[in-house]
């Protein structure tokens, strides 16, 4: 696998990430998630993106149990996520400091 740096962040990151929009929580099970993770990592790749609204947030807990799993330490990923879309309240969403906060800490 080739690795790059990610901007001027000191970060090393796959050229190739896999993404959890489709794969993950709605279209097939965990089991396949973590073997998709599992089989991903195995080749090199250790960067991952995921969103509090894929899913529901189903795509963020199928990469948590895969990590925990197979026993991956947290400092060997880059994972990416996104922030707005998160729950129905009128904090839960949206760019406020609230909820950039909140829902990565839950992320």
């Known amino acids: 696998m080739e690795y790059r740096y990610l901007g001027r962040s000191g970060l090393m990151v796959s050229c190739l990430s896999l993404g959890g929009w489709v794969t993950y929580g709605g279209q097939v099970g965990p089991e396949v998630s973590q073997q998709c993770m599992k089989t991903a990592f195995d080749l090199g790749i250790n960067f991952f993106d995921t969103a509090e609204v894929y899913s529901g947030g189903q795509c963020e807990i199928d990469m948590g149990a895969a990590i925990r799993k197979f026993g991956w330490k947290r400092s060997d990923l880059v994972i990416s996520t996104k922030i707005f879309w998160g729950g ?7 760019l406020s400091r609230k909820h950039i906060i909140e829902g990565t800490e839950a992320s």
């Open 88 to 94: 129905k309240g009128p904090n839960d969403r949206g």
